[in-house]
C-alpha cells in the first residue's frame, strides 16, 4: 500500500517550502504528498502565486517527494462555492476552481482534489431547489473537466463529505454523482476520506467503511486517513487513545477491497492553538504507526 501525506499539518506552522519538503522526506520519510490551497490561495495574484508555487515544485523535486496532488483546504471549505445559493457566488466558485487548476498545472501535478461545496439551509430542504443546485453544480464539474484537460491534468477527485448539505454524503449519492459524470473530458474520481464515512450522526447503518468501498470502489481515486470517534470530523493523528481505528484495520478493509494500489493520504487538521512540536511528533508517529501496517 502507498501512504500518503496531505500537507494541512503544516499550515500556520511551517510555511517555507524547503522545510516542509526536507521533514517530509527526513523525518516522516513519505515518498507522496497532497498538497493544500491553504499554503497557497488559488485567489493569490497569478503571477506571485505561480512563482510560489513553482519554489514548492522545486523543493520537493530536490528531496526527492512527489506531489501527486492538489486539495481544496480548510480556508475554501468554508465557503458554499458550487452549490451557492446565488448564482453569481456559483460562477465566482467556479473562476476559483479554475485558478486553482491553473495552480496545480503550474506545480506540475496531475490530479486536483476538493469538496464541491455546500447548500444554504433552506435549498437544502427543498427538492426542487435541492435538484435545481444539483443539476448546475453537474454542469460546472464538466466545464473544469474540459478546463483541466486544456491544462494537463489527468483527472478530478471529489471528496465526500459528512454534511446533507452537501453532495455527495452517502454511499449511494456518491455512485449517483459518478454516473451522472462518467462523459466528462477527463474523468472525475471520488476521494473517500475515513472519518467522514464513519460519521454515524448523519450516516447511521451506512457508516461502514467496507459498504463504502464495496458501493464505490470502482470510482476512488484517493482516501484521507484519520483518526475518528465516528462522532464528529475528528481528523486526529493514530496517537489519539479515543478514535476507533488502527492502522491495521484500514490495511485489512483497504487491501479486501482491492484498493491497495492507491495512494492513501494521512491528513490531521490539528487546532491552530496545539504546540507545533506535538504536532510534529503526532504526524511522525503516525506515519510510523501506518507504514508498519501497511508493509
Known amino acids: 500500500m502507498k501512504l500518503g501525506l496531505n500537507l494541512s499539518f503544516a499550515v500556520k506552522r511551517w510555511m517555507r517550502p524547503e522545510v516542509i519538503a526536507k521533514m517530509c522526506r527526513d523525518d516522516f520519510n513519505v515518498k507522496h504528498v497532497q498538497f493544500t490551497w491553504d499554503l497557497i490561495d488559488p485567489w493569490w ?3 506571485e502565486r505561480n512563482a510560489l508555487a513553482k519554489t514548492y515544485r522545486a523543493a520537493f523535486e ?3 517527494v512527489e506531489i501527486k496532488a492538489t486539495f481544496g483546504g480548510l480556508a475554501a471549505y468554508t465557503y458554499p462555492q458550487l452549490l451557492a445559493p446565488y448564482p453569481e457566488m456559483r ?7 479554475k485558478r486553482a487548476i491553473d495552480m496545480t498545472a503550474t506545480m506540475g501535478v496531475p490530479v486536483l ?22 443539476d448546475a453544480m453537474l ?7 474540459a478546463y483541466g484537460k486544456k491544462k494537463g491534468l489527468q483527472h478530478i477527485e471529489i471528496e465526500a463529505t459528512p ?73 486526529w493523528d493514530f496517537t489519539n487513545p479515543l478514535g476507533v481505528l488502527t492502522p491495521e484495520l484500514i ?41 508498519h501496517a501497511f508493509i
Not at 482534489?113 to 444539483?134: F, I, Q
Open 139 to 145: 454542469e460546472s464539474v464538466k466545464r473544469l473537466a
Open 45 to 47: 495574484p497569478e503571477e
Open 62 to 64: 530536490k528531496e526527492g
Open 163 to 235: 454534511l446533507i448539505t452537501e453532495f455527495p454524503h452517502s454511499p449511494d449519492v456518491s455512485v449517483s454523482l459518478m454516473e451522472d459524470l462518467k462523459n466528462t473530458d477527463i474523468p472525475v474520481l471520488l476521494l473517500i476520506d475515513w472519518g467522514h464515512a464513519l460519521f454515524k450522526p448523519l450516516l447511521q447503518d451506512e457508516a461502514d467503511i467496507a459498504l463504502w468501498f464495496r458501493k464505490c470502489g470502482k470510482y476512488i481515486g484517493s482516501t484521507h486517513l484519520q483518526q475518528t470517534d465516528g462522532l464528529w470530523d475528528r481528523h
Open 251 to 291: 490495511a485489512q478493509k483497504t487491501k479486501e477491497a482491492g484498493l491497495d494500489d492507491l495512494v492513501h493520504y494521512l491528513e490531521v487538521v490539528p487546532a491552530f492553538e496545539a504546540d507545533d512540536d506535538h504536532v510534529f511528533e503526532g504526524i511522525q508517529k503516525s506515519v510510523r504507526l501506518l507504514q
Open 91 to 97: 460562477h465566482i466558485s467556479e473562476v476559483f476552481f
Open 113 to 134: 482534489g476538493t469538496p464541491l461545496g455546500g447548500m444554504d439551509y433552506a435549498d437544502s430542504r427543498n427538492d426542487k431547489t435541492r435538484r435545481e443546485r444539483y
